[in-house]
């Protein structure tokens, strides 16, 4: 099925904290395993820009990976 919510990619910017973007990929179909630790390589970045307490399932910084993101200078 087509969705139809998402018609058009957007751009989407976020002010605050360490700039970063997700790397371009080969791929137009990425693997959903892939897709799910993107999303926690921006989750980690937002946490540590929030107080500890805040942080939720993202409190171990530890944790953190960033093989998919690419800092901005």
């Not at 989750?43 to 800092?71: C, H, I, W």
Request: charged share 30%; net charge positive.
């Amino acid at each position: 099925a087509r969705n139809l919510f998402l018609p058009f990619r957007q751009k989407l910017t976020i002010a605050f904290g360490r700039p970063f973007r997700v790397k371009q990929m080969e791929q137009k179909r990425v693997p959903k395993e892939v897709m799910q630790q993107i999303s926690d390589e921006m989750m980690y970045q937002l946490a540590m820009v929030l107080p500890e307490d805040y942080r939720g399932e993202y409190a171990d910084l530890s944790k953190a990976t960033t093989d998919y993101l690419e800092f901005l200078s």
